[in-house]
Nanobody
């Protein structure tokens, strides 16, 4: 059974940092590209960051230079390090592979 479980969300002040984690199970993790998406209230879900099985990465323009996606194929984990957070980064963040979406984790950036 394919599962993706996110963790690490929370409330952070503008300029702060958070690291999101996604634990994957039920499939050959290293063979799949992984992505982080986010959805803010009243907005469509958008791609934030992508990482291929071999480690190629790509980012939305709005997060380039601030967010870093990484993966640990030995532990079946994918991460999103978020620095210099802004209020507009507030959203539910989802981990995704082609097989399934995670349940999401809330990130709120507010003073």
């Amino acid at each position: 059974q394919v599962q993706l479980v996110e963790s690490g969300g929370g409330l952070v002040q503008p300029g702060g940092s958070l690291r999101l984690s996604c634990a994957a199970s039920g499939f050959t993790f290293s063979s799949y590209a992984m992505s982080w998406y986010r959805q803010a209230p009243g907005k469509e879900r958008e791609l934030v960051a992508f990482i291929s099985g071999g480690g190629y990465t790509n980012y939305a323009d709005s997060v380039k230079g601030r967010f870093t996606i990484s993966r640990d194929n030995a532990r079946n984990m994918v991460y999103l390090q978020m620095n210099s957070l802004k209020p507009e980064d507030t959203a539910v963040y989802y981990c995704k592979c082609s097989l399934r979406w995670g349940q999401g984790t809330q990130v709120t950036v507010s003073s």
